[in-house]
């Protein structure tokens, strides 16, 4: 880079920032605000398994009043071994299971080709922390007019976070919703480290909604009332939570999905936190 580009990558404002919009970024999807006055929940399985699983979910999340539902059919999994998703036919179970009723639909995009086949399904595409620097693939779902749920990297610093929303505003997008997902530390207890302090410092830092994904920065069912109870006195928009009608036999993170029950409990401790409104 010269020495000019870095001058001027120092002055610039970005977009995303705070300094070149003051007012908050509110997204609206079929008449939910995501980043307006209310907190947003997002539920649903790692991976969208069959129709009966994934109309199980819908259906009890309807009940319990959760409005956006989540569902991988493109799974970003560590092994070529293990389980990749339902591909488009999960897409296709997203579609039914937000016709049947009512409920938004997130699901993971991992490569360019997939973006107008989830177009066509789903309502809001989600890029997984693996691909948080995946420029190619930021440019393209920057042309388009989905809402994105950008996910923070395994190991990518704030600043990195916010160039990475930058590439998708930059193209003409400005629909961004930002996702704490938790880092990669030394420590074991848990699958990642929820990175709080991610929270305050991001909505200072951008008008961006911010929300926390509480199950996959813990990977474990114990303790997401209280991380989401402190995502939220941090000032997050919301929270992403993995919920599977039977977490042994799911077929990616079965180990830190909740059941229906367990949603429930998690739901009911949530709403009657003063925390949550
Ligand atoms: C997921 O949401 O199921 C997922 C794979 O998340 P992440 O990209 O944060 O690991
Ligand atoms: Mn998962």
Redesign the pocket.
Known sequence: MSQNQNDSNKERKLLVSRQYQQDNTIIKVKDVEIGGASHVVIAGP??VESKHQLLTVAETLKQEGVKFLRG?AFKPRTSPYDFQGLGVEGLRLMKEAADKTGLITISEIMSKEQIDQAARYIDIFQIGARNMQNFELLKAVGRTKNPVLLKRGLSATLEEFLFAAEYIVHQGNTQVILIERGIRTFEKWTRNTLDISAVPLLKQETHLPVLVDV??STGRKDILLPCAKAALAAGADGIMI?VHPNPPEAL??AK?QINLEEFHQFWKGLRDSNLFH
Do not use: F, N, R
């Open positions: 790692c991976s991988g199950t996959h993995e990616s993170d830190q």
